[in-house]
Every structure is written in structure tokens, then in C-alpha cells.
């Protein structure tokens, strides 16, 4: 019921604002300015950036597949999330964790 409701006046929103979401822009461009800042802060220190999300390309278990792939055995991990669902994406970081 609510998003019957809702899609209409979100498209609209969405349209005013360029045709989609700028999440995945704002998150890469924070990312790209977090590894400046560390490699800034900590020469020698090989960091990259990983983006996922719950909902939408790319998810957080994709990410985590490719920080598997690059064999990551320390990360940092934040959440864009509201405090009240952080559990979600805590879940299924301790799943990548737990597969080490």
C-alpha cells in the first residue's frame, strides 16, 4: 500500500533531482575523499574503498565478494544507516567475517 502511494510522488522527486538517486555519487566521492585523506595521513598504507548497499547495484555482498577476491584481512567498515537498522549491514559483515 505504501509504495503504490508513494512511487508517484518518489519518481517525481527523483526527476527534479536529475532522474535518480545520488546516493552512489555522494558515497564514491566520500569514499575517493576517505582514502585521500588516509593516504595523506598514513603514506605507505594501501587503502581502497568498497561501496555497497542494501537494496541497489552494488550490494553489500558484492562488495564484500570483491573484498574477498582482493584478499582484505583488515577493514574499516561505516554505515550510512540510520542507528535504528544498522543491524542489517552489521549482519551481514560479521556473515563476511565469519567465512575468514
Excluded at 555497497?52 to 574499516?76: K, N, S, W
Amino acid at each position: 500500500f505504501i509504495t503504490h502511494r508513494r512511487t508517484p510522488k518518489i519518481i517525481d522527486q527523483y526527476n527534479q533531482i536529475g532522474g535518480g538517486s545520488p546516493i552512489k555519487m555522494w558515497t564514491e566521492l566520500q569514499g575517493k575523499a576517505m582514502v585521500e585523506r588516509v593516504n595523506e595521513l598514513c603514506p605507505g598504507i594501501d587503502v581502497k574503498n568498497y561501496i555497497g548497499f542494501r537494496y541497489a547495484d552494488p550490494l553489500t555482498e558484492d562488495a564484500l565478494d570483491q573484498m574477498e577476491a582482493d584478499g582484505i584481512d583488515h577493514c574499516v567498515a561505516f554505515t550510512q544507516y540510520l542507528n535504528i537498522v544498522a543491524q542489517q549491514p552489521a549482519v551481514v559483515l560479521m556473515a563476511f567475517i565469519d567465512t575468514l
